[in-house]
């Protein structure tokens, strides 16, 4: 996508996700891509990235309302638009910025179900444009490194994976506080956090998911969950609530940039509360699951998602026909508190966080028959959040991929299908018991 005229940009939905992609545009990518126009049915969110970018180049970008995206595209001459808004808000906004004549940028999920998808792919069928999907772990280095243990074919043809990964007590927990809670906006947590793991599967295996098994369902949240029903606090906890501090809370007024997009203010434009309680009545997502998935060349999936972890990080296993690999990762050892709110043990954060302190958090370990497990180097070369993938995102997304890259790290709408497409199966299994083949799912593209 080399260009020596920046590309112009739209950004659909202004909340919290959008904040990495405005930030890329304004600092290293400022050189080839600048933001135009917003489109944001809240005035007040649209208005706080409005001020970063102005604060940064100056001007000012009009905000159209989501009915206006065709006119926001033709008034603002947009080459480009970012959708990152709303789960299930994202089949209408891509196939109508398709249709108008631009190529698409979207965060994950590709759509929050198998209908919603099948709208992208008949726009893009339709159109010939491009969507480009936003898979950042692909370019972690530690999912890197696996990548190319398995695709070096040291350890064989890959027959199994084991795939278990733990959500914590303040992201997981944080899906149940917001618009995630209920399953109709994002099709629950195998679509929205989940169609990352399955990306990273379908990618690192080099191949093609095709039937699912399902099992799971809301377990701890709610207000009939565990937590509510048969549930001793720890000593930890206890300790916490008679201090008058409840950890399972989130104080958006304590945090300066959450409470500009979600405070009063902006609540008072749509209603939308950021903070609501991980226990209240009627929430719908899942927050305990687990799958059983078959692929085209013969391996199987095994996946895990827990959503309350006192932890957070995964634990991967590969079995080949020669051996094999074992990538364990800790994003986050513990959550503590301190000033009377959760903060990360600083002993355990993020080793591509510009402040970490670099623990001993990830390990990759391969060892192939008859031979000893040998400690494979993981080396850093990536900068920001999802472990060091952000950047390298970034950077083929506006840049445009690296054609080059032997990993095949960039990942575009079929890539996004394949991902969606296991939570898609998952969902249905999970209200009729029964296994599903993606080829059952009415996508209206072929995922082999």
Known sequence: MPSTTPLRYAVVGTGHRAG??????LDQHADVGEIVAWVEPNPVRAAVHEARVADKVGGTRPVYGPADLEKAIAEQRVDRVVVTSVDNTHAEM?????????????????????AEARVIADAVAETGRDVTMTFNYRYSPRNSSLRQVIA???IGQVLSVHFDWALDTVHGADYFRRWHREKVNNGGLLVHKSSHHFDLVNWWIDDVPTRVFASGGRRFYGDDGAHETDYEPTDGERELREQGIDPWALDVDGDEYLSALYGPEAQAHDGYVRNKSVFDAGITTEDTLGLVVEYAGGAMLTYSLTAHSPWEGYRVVVNGTRGRAELEVVERGSVIFGDGKAILDPSFTDAYAEDAVRPVAERLVVQKHWERAEEREIVAIGTGGHGGGDDLLLSDVFRGADETDPLGRAAGFLDGLRASGVGYAGNRSLETGEPVRLADLGLGVDLG
């Open 94 to 114: 891509v196939a109508r910025a398709l249709r108008a004549g631009v190529d698409v940028v979207v965060e994950k999920p590709i759509a929050a179900t198998a």
């Open 152 to 154: 070096s074919g040291e």
């Open 20 to 25: 990495m992609f405005v930030g890329g545009l």
